[in-house]
């Protein structure tokens, strides 16, 4: 844990860091990671070991239990996925991205922080050790099927990893834990999926949802395992048993803990189910009820939006084919009762990834400008966030000014709230 910089008025500062420092121990206690360094920097009375200029010294802080000490460390290196997922997307990318997009993460440390989905195979019992000594709950795992030649094959792995036995280690220390089964038709579905899901559904209250996503097949598949994409009468099929199963546990435990993917609803062409029915959305960030929420919200938002704005204005909603019946039901008739506004949508392609990839999260920025500039737009091109990094990239790393350039219009980001947008307009 290396101190690359001080946030202002900093504790650690003031007691004698330096940057540069490493902490190796706290109260005798190695430190490995942030997350040591925060589960054993919460005492009030602390006695650091720091490496500085290869010699170590020892530098004791008191302090309240909520204080910050304001150290800012370097970025940390986590672990790799070790697997070779038949369905792995990261394996589908084209030649060319920046590097982060080839990283296949697999720690149970994101996981925690993030909710990455981890398979679990890297991890030892003194790892499990530690996720229960430190409470590292919520984790969200990748399971995909519970019988093990299945899993082997899906994961690419030799030996058997005893995924329920972490599983049930992890339930009986109190770790809450959300599992994830990648569908991969004629693979892990029927009576293996069936199977899966029971087998899971034993460790509830602990394990307490499972969230079924359609594997995601991008036209980048050379020399890869060959699977098959949902199809529409496919995914109609899966929700009708799922329901059935999903409702025997609503019965039985009073949460139906199975769900689905918001991709089989809108390939099905189904209606959606009710924000009920999500049992308080435990994997939402999956895409699992994030279409549902997002109607709920926008129709509680919409309560507020302005009748009129002063200035005649056009804009552009682009989207991807997936969420377009959405926005097409939702959004467009609302906000085109605002007067003075004219509103159009644009169904984006993803000629990148191919036809079959079809959120909007994955769209790229030479996708968008390629689709919109031999069109009729508004004057303002409105996108949802989620089309961006954190460093406000596409994945092809075009940037926002460079479509904004390239077609002489300003783009707006929204992220599921119309309402500020709409204010500026005004």
């Not at 369905?87 to 030649?95: E, R, V, Y």
């Not at 009073?254 to 209606?271: N, S």
């Not at 092809?396 to 300003?410: A, F, G, S, V």
Request: charged share 25%; hydrophobic share 40%; glycine share 4%.
């Amino acid at each position: 844990m290396r101190i690359i910089a001080f946030e202002q008025d900093s504790l650690a500062a003031a007691a004698g860091f330096q940057i540069g420092d490493e902490i190796t121990a706290i109260n005798c206690h190695p430190i490995r990671d942030l997350l040591d360094f925060q589960f054993h920097a919460s005492d009030v009375s602390l006695e650091f070991e720091v490496i500085r200029n290869d010699e170590s010294y020892f530098i004791e802080i008191e302090k309240d239990y909520d204080d910050s000490l304001g150290i800012i460390f370097e970025d940390p290196k986590y672990r790799c996925c070790g697997n070779n997922c038949i369905f792995c997307f990261i394996d589908q990318n084209p030649q060319g991205l920046r590097k982060s997009l080839y990283f296949k993460d697999e720690d149970f440390r994101l996981s925690f922080m993030y909710g990455n989905y981890v398979t679990l195979t890297n991890v030892s019992q003194s790892d499990l050790q530690r996720i229960v000594e430190q409470r590292l709950s919520p984790l969200y795992i990748s399971v995909h099927s519970t019988d093990f030649e299945i899993r082997k094959l899906m994961l690419g792995i030799k030996k058997d990893d005893r995924l329920i036995d972490k599983i049930r280690f992890l339930s009986k220390n109190k770790i809450e834990l959300h599992a994830q089964i990648v569908l991969c038709p004629s693979i892990n579905d029927g009576k293996s999926l069936i199977k899966t899901i029971f087998d899971l559904a034993k460790f509830f209250p602990q394990l307490k949802s499972i969230a079924i996503v359609p594997v995601g097949l991008t036209k980048h598949r050379q020399n890869l395992y060959p699977l098959r994409p949902v199809t529409p009468a496919y995914a109609k099929s899966l929700i009708l048993q799922m329901e059935k199963i999903a409702q025997q546990f609503k019965q039985k435990w009073d949460d139906y803990i199975v769900h689905l993917a918001d991709e089989f609803y809108l390939l099905a062409q189904m209606e959606l189910p009710t924000a009920e029915r999500y049992d308080e959305f435990p994997q939402i960030e999956n895409g699992v009820g994030m279409a549902k929420d997002f109607i709920d919200r926008f129709e509680e938002q919409s309560l507020d939006f302005p009748h009129r704005i002063k200035i005649k204005r056009s804009i552009t909603l682009v989207s991807g084919v997936l969420a377009s019946p959405i926005i097409n039901q939702w959004v467009i008739p609302r906000l085109k009762k605002i007067e003075n506004l004219t509103v159009t949508i644009r169904i984006i392609k993803n000629k990148f990834y191919g036809n079959r990839v079809t959120v909007t999260g994955l769209l790229t920025g030479q996708d968008i400008y390629n689709q919109l500039h031999n069109q009729q737009i508004g004057d303002i091109i409105v996108l949802p966030s989620n089309c961006l990094n954190f460093e406000g990239l596409f994945l092809d790393e075009w940037t926002p000014e460079m479509i904004q350039t390239r077609l002489q219009k300003p783009i707006e980001f929204i992220d599921n709230d119309f309402s500020p947008f709409l204010e500026k307009l005004k």
